[in-house]
């Protein structure tokens, strides 16, 4: 295959996939896919205002492997605890506890590898960032002062920068 027929065909691979990510289609083209399986869940019962579907199968930088999904229904969403809620949202309003999270999903999980890098504060700074995540459930403490995103959290987390992003 000559170089211009491999360029086009790598054009038409980027715009089928960037295509796939604006709209939530797969890149066989059967559109809407997971959501017609969550109308079918929610069509035997009695719930008109339907619900919301998130799902993901992840492989960090570490090799560690998480598939993950959830099914909120719309009224429960609505009905939840604001202040819960919105403790949840503000853990993750910081530019340096995202980058905390960031790392600790790539393999820095100890706060003195954290304390490496540059722009995220003092050794104090940083544990004021480690137990507001971990207050919040974004981060839990397992033995030696390690750090990691709970397995249930991962793809949630995922989701959340994916919808903040611009």
């Known amino acids: 295959m000559d170089l211009e027929q491999r360029v086009a065909d790598l054009e038409r691979r980027l715009a089928a996939l960037e295509g796939a990510e604006r709209t939530g289609s797969r890149i066989d083209g059967s559109d809407f896919w997971a959501l017609d399986g969550l109308k079918e869940q929610l069509s035997g019962a009695e719930i008109a205002d339907g619900g919301v579907l998130y799902t993901g199968s992840v492989r960090l930088p570490t090799g560690e492997e998480y598939a993950w999904q959830m099914t909120a229904l719309t009224e429960d969403l609505l009905d939840c605890?604001?202040?819960?809620?919105?403790?949840s949202f503000a853990a993750l309003g910081h530019p340096v506890r995202l980058?905390?999270?960031?790392?600790v999903l790539?393999?820095?999980r100890t706060a003195a590898e954290l304390a490496e890098l540059d722009g995220v504060g003092t050794t104090g700074q940083i544990y004021h960032h480690l137990r507001q995540l971990t207050g919040t459930g974004w981060l839990h403490t397992t033995g030696r002062g390690r750090h990691e995103v709970p397995p249930g959290r991962v793809v949630p987390l995922l989701v959340a920068l994916a919808t903040a992003r611009p």
């Open 81 to 87: 605890d604001g202040t819960a809620v919105a403790e």
């Open 99 to 103: 980058r905390l999270l960031r790392e």
């Open 106 to 108: 790539g393999g820095r």
